[in-house]
């Protein structure tokens, strides 16, 4: 539903929020990697237990697809002054690595362990570009207009 509605224009132009699909994603994979060993604590049918386990899987495989997607646009069409949206690139960045290293543990799907934990310097990285980024900004506007 979200994908009809979804301007593909903004691989090319966004300022950093078309990255907040794949944060949505990242956060329903998260939720199955936690949900997955709940259920089995629970008593949940193994069957329930399994598709939680799959799907979680499956989620973070599209979020993967769909992070590649996103920074090739960034490559391809470098946005690289200042923008307060930029934020909203960092949070689906630490929540896909967060999702990642949660499914590997909860789907024994070891694979996706050292993805997380390259996706989350990444992540870090891009967090202190953008507090560097955020300081510049402040500073230059708290300083007074020279006449």
């Known amino acids: 539903m979200v994908l009809i ?4 224009d903004q691989f090319r132009v966004g300022a950093g929020d078309q ?6 994603l990242a956060i329903s994979a998260l939720a199955a990697g936690k949900l997955a060993p709940a ?3 629970a008593g949940w049918p193994e069957g329930l237990h399994d598709a939680i386990r799959v799907a979680g899987v499956v989620i973070v495989c599209i979020v993967l697809i769909d992070y590649v997607v996103l920074v090739v646009s960034e490559i391809r069409w470098p946005r690289l002054q200042y923008d307060v949206r930029r934020w909203s690139t960092a949070f689906p960045m630490g929540m896909t690595s ?9 789907s024994d799907a070891d694979w996706l362990r050292p993805i997380g ?3 989350v310097w ?6 202190l570009i ?3 980024g955020s300081g510049r900004h402040l500073t230059a506007e708290a300083r007074p207009a020279s006449t």
């Open 5 to 8: 509605r979804f301007s593909f």
């Open 122 to 127: 990444l992540a870090v990285v891009v967090c």
């Open 98 to 106: 967060a999702a990642s290293l949660t499914v590997a543990v909860a």
């Open 117 to 119: 934990e390259i996706l």
């Open 130 to 132: 953008l507090l560097v």
């Open 19 to 24: 990255w907040v699909f794949a944060g949505g």
């Open 39 to 41: 259920a089995v604590a």
